[in-house]
């Protein structure tokens, strides 16, 4: 939670247990601590992904009904570009690489140079990204940064640094973001939100595997 840059509250919810189970309680304990009811809010955000469907459709579906009901903007925010924008303190004018752990081997993946996106969203395994990736000074950040961190020093060598933060919470960034988003009166409708999937579902695979078989 965040008014403008000023960040009143952020939170890392349990891991645990399902976005259906956590999310609705742990919003209302984020109003009440940083004392704010839900009419004070001004734009409402919400990470549109990368990342696994479920977990995508219900924190969008959740967040379109508050904005609905409070008649309020909601404002979509990648989680790549949130990472992107944590990490530029810490890239000194390198290029950043946000590494998004996709399980089966994969990452999500853009690359952003003076805070442009140069490479849109994509999965793919990490040794493709790296085969692909020119020698400049890149700084890699994201879990899968961590994970894969052997492979990338190793392919890159002097030219890639690990961010320090393994997980860091995006929460705020996302809600400043949409809160300068709003500003510049960028503020859709609720239902125009769309869910950043990037990876196909098994279905749609099930389907080609059919078709090619």
């Known amino acids: ?82 990472l992107a924008q944590l990490g530029e303190a810490e890239a000194d004018g390198s290029a950043i690489a946000t590494w998004v752990d996709a399980w089966r081997g994969e990452v999500y993946a853009a690359r952003y140079e003076r805070g442009a996106q140069i490479q849109p969203p994509l999965v793919a395994k990490p040794g493709d990204l790296l085969a692909g990736s020119a020698r400049t000074p890149t700084l890699f950040i994201g879990d899968g940064a961590q994970v894969y961190r052997g492979e990338i020093l190793a392919s890159l060598g002097g030219a890639a640094r690990i961010a320090r933060a393994v997980h860091p919470p995006l929460a705020a960034t996302i809600a400043i973001t949409a809160g300068v988003t709003a500003q510049r009166g960028e503020c859709p409708h609720p239902h125009a939100i769309r869910p950043l999937y990037v990876r196909r579902t098994d279905a749609e695979l099930a389907k080609d595997a059919r078709l090619a078989g």
């Open 1 to 82: 939670m965040a008014s403008g840059a000023r960040i009143l509250h952020e939170a890392v919810g349990d891991p645990s247990r399902s976005q259906a189970e956590r999310l609705p309680a742990e919003l209302i304990a984020l109003l009440e601590h940083a004392r704010v009811s839900l009419d004070d809010v001004d734009v409402f955000a919400v990470a549109t992904g990368p990342g696994s469907f479920t977990g995508l459709r219900i924190g969008i579906a959740t967040m379109q009904g508050l904005a609905f009901a409070a008649g309020k903007p909601l404002v979509g925010v990648s989680g790549l570009d949130a």
